[in-house]
């Protein structure tokens, strides 16, 4: 998957925008961020790991624990803010159908309950 890819996935979801956030592009629902695309934090540690394409996610901390076990290689909680959801996303690692799942669990984190009810 590519940066691209997850901005198609994330703008389809209901009354989703984009926008800057620190000069990355973000996307919200009700001006909250739920995905971000770029590095965030620490860019040794992504060379380290051999992640090329990030993205960050708000996930609820039970879904962030669940997915980070099912996909080692592509999803982990952040450094300094994992245990409030935030999440590391390798694109490159991860298939559509997954992507689609940790973005939907994400925008359901934020968006207000009207619109999560449709989802």
Not at 46 to 57: E, H, I, P, R
Not at 105 to 115: I, N
Request: aromatic fraction near 8%; charge should be neutral; avoid cysteine.
């Amino acid at each position: 998957m590519t940066g691209d890819d997850l901005r198609r996935i994330a703008l389809g979801l209901p009354e989703t925008y984009e926008d800057l956030h620190r000069r990355r592009p973000a996307f919200r629902v009700n001006k909250k961020i739920f995905a971000m695309l770029g590095v965030t934090g620490n860019a040794s540690l992504f060379t380290s790991l051999g992640w090329d394409t990030v993205a960050v996610v708000k996930l609820d901390r039970e879904d962030q624990l669940n997915l980070a076990a099912g996909h080692p290689d592509a999803i982990q909680p952040t450094e300094t803010y994992g245990h409030h959801g935030w999440t590391y996303v390798r694109l490159e690692a991860i298939d559509e159908a997954t992507l689609t799942t940790v973005l939907r669990l994400a925008w359901t984190d934020v968006a207000p309950k009207r619109l999560s009810r449709v989802m």
